[in-house]
């Protein structure tokens, strides 16, 4: 398949790249800055510069796609977030305006909304305190988000939720899971590829899908 990432220039948008190009797929990485990505030198890789928040370049980036993946993030902080539903609303109407896109997979997280219970010390301080206070703009938005591609009938989506993203090496052997991940944490190569493979798969189709990771990692 012919593939664009958005994000393409985080952590785990680089991740989701390399997975897609050794899954054998062409990847246009989209970023929103000029900056050389580090990316292996591949001839099924290319480079496009958009915004999706500003929508700037977007059409662009998918008009030849198949499929897009939206690994858009950003950090926590006090003033409202837009990045997920804005850019997301703006990548579903660039592929209704291209001629090949129908496959959508983003990445939300595990805490969009209430987890699961897990033990009494997440579940009644640090899973609030994220929730309600530190992350309560960016998990706003990422609800905004999932809300937003439930009345979204025409594109193929599939929403994945990852629990607290690690740092490992290499793809490890994941869970997936619908819904809210029942693990408390997933490797960013395990959600890169967990990922490239919905691209392929039927199972979570215009539903939400959650992979962990067993083994844990160094945090990022």
């Known amino acids: 398949m012919r593939i664009s990432v958005f994000g393409a220039a985080g952590p785990t948008g680089l991740w989701v790249c390399r997975e897609a190009l050794r899954s054998g797929h062409t990847v246009t990485a989209v970023s929103r800055r000029d900056d ?34 939206s690994a858009l993030g950003s950090p926590y902080r006090r003033r409202a977030i837009t990045v997920y539903s804005e850019g997301t609303r703006n990548i579903v109407d660039a592929m209704r305006s291209s001629e090949r896109s129908s496959r959508l997979i983003v990445v939300s997280a595990g805490l969009t909304y209430p987890p699961p219970p897990m033990n009494w010390f997440a579940d009644h301080l640090v899973f609030p305190l994220l929730r309600g206070v530190i992350g309560r703009t960016l998990y706003a938005d990422m609800r905004a988000m999932e809300e937003y591609l439930q009345t979204v009938r025409d594109i193929d989506w599939t929403v ?19 819904g809210n991940p029942t693990r408390g944490s997933t490797s960013r190569p395990d959600l890169a590829a967990a990922m490239v493979s919905l691209l392929t798969s039927n199972d979570y189709s215009r539903s939400v899908v959650a992979p962990t990771t067993e083994r844990r990692g160094r945090k990022r």
Request: no cysteine; glycine share 6%.
């Open 36 to 69: 050389p990505l580090p990316l292996p030198d591949d001839p099924g890789l290319e480079f496009a510069r958009a915004d999706a928040v500003s929508n700037a370049g977007v059409s662009e980036a998918v008009a030849d796609s198949d499929a897009v993946i």
């Open 160 to 178: 994945v939720r990852p629990g607290r993203l690690i740092d490992t090496d290499a793809v490890s052997d994941y869970r997936l899971e619908p």
